[in-house]
């Protein structure tokens, strides 16, 4: 922003006050994608949203901003890293690796 107008191209910045602009809003494809922080799993990041309840929405908000340096997608990728190795142990063997779009809507299966 110059001067409290929108500059053609310019990017918020990824610091505490745009966390409530990331989306936890369907999951689909790659909307954007950008350098991958140094933390992160590969060197690529790709952008997905997910709709949840907003009970659920205000509790990661709340724990990212009271939690110092953690931010919503640090909180997503770990919680769901550890959830997906989980679900592999209980598997016995890691997923197969699959480029196509999740379907969007798909009802979860009970376990």
């Given at each position: 922003?110059?001067?409290?107008?929108?500059?053609?191209?310019?990017?918020?910045?990824?610091?505490?006050?745009?966390?409530?602009?990331?989306?936890?809003?369907?999951?689909?494809?790659?909307?954007?994608?950008?350098p991958?922080?140094?933390?992160?799993?590969?060197?690529?990041?790709e952008q997905i949203a997910v709709r949840v309840p907003a009970d659920f929405a205000r509790r990661v908000r709340s724990a990212v901003r009271f939690t110092p340096d953690l931010t919503i997608t640090e909180l997503v990728v770990r919680s769901v890293a550890a959830e997906i190795d989980r679900l592999?142990?209980?598997?016995?063997?890691?997923?197969?690796?699959?480029a196509r779009p999740a379907r969007r809507g798909r009802p979860v299966r009970s376990t």
């Open positions: 922003m110059v001067a409290g107008k929108k500059v053609k191209g310019a990017k918020q910045s990824a610091g505490r006050a745009a966390h409530g602009a990331q989306p936890l809003g369907a999951i689909g494809g790659a909307t954007h994608r950008t991958a922080p140094t933390s992160a799993l590969s060197t690529e990041t592999e142990r209980r598997r016995g063997e890691s997923f197969p690796v699959d």
